[in-house]
């Protein structure tokens, strides 16, 4: 019987990357600072500036990327794509054009693919960071991409124009 899925299993101990616009900075680190004990029990990366003022605040080691204009946000989203990131806390400014508003768009969009939870706001995250499944482990469902990854490798059209 073939699988439609591929589970994925997540540690105890999360991997969660922590993004904010420069109007929502403020929110995240008072929402860390808030919830410090429970994040300093996992992996934390951020963007720029903000991992810089989270590691600050939270007096803990953060992997800092670039800032999310100078390619932070693709960074997170490689990281998304090999499986290097559990969820994302992203705190983002939805009444401010953001001059990386592309990138922000492919980095949710990566999150979806890849079945990562998303905060966008203090109440989700709350929400989040209070489940009971941050402490365990668990065990998050990807669709099976394999048909999309090979699906010109078993197509007769493009094997006769490559001979």
């Not at 508003?101 to 990562?116: M, Q, Y």
């Not at 499944?133 to 124009?161: G, Q």
Request: glycine share 4%; with cysteine.
């Amino acid at each position: 019987m073939k699988r439609d899925f591929i589970p994925i299993p997540i540690g105890s101990r999360k991997r969660i990357a922590l993004v904010a616009h420069d109007n929502k900075k403020k929110d995240l680190l008072e929402w860390a600072q808030y919830n410090r004990d429970l994040l300093v029990q996992h992996e934390l990366c951020a963007t720029g500036t903000t991992g810089t003022l989270l590691e600050m605040a939270l007096n803990t080691k953060i992997e800092k990327l670039r800032s999310g204009p100078l390619g932070g946000d693709q960074q997170i989203g490689a990281k998304i794509a090999e499986g290097d990131v559990d969820f994302i806390l992203f705190f983002w400014d939805p009444l401010e054009p953001q001059p990386h508003d592309p990138d922000v768009k492919a980095l949710l969009r990566l999150a979806v693919v890849w079945n990562i939870p998303v905060a966008c706001n203090r109440a989700t995250a709350d929400f989040m960071i209070s489940s009971p499944l941050m402490a365990e482990s668990y065990e998050r469902i990807l669709p099976d991409f394999a048909p999309h990854v090979n699906r010109f490798t078993d197509s007769p059209l493009l094997l006769e124009t490559v001979e």
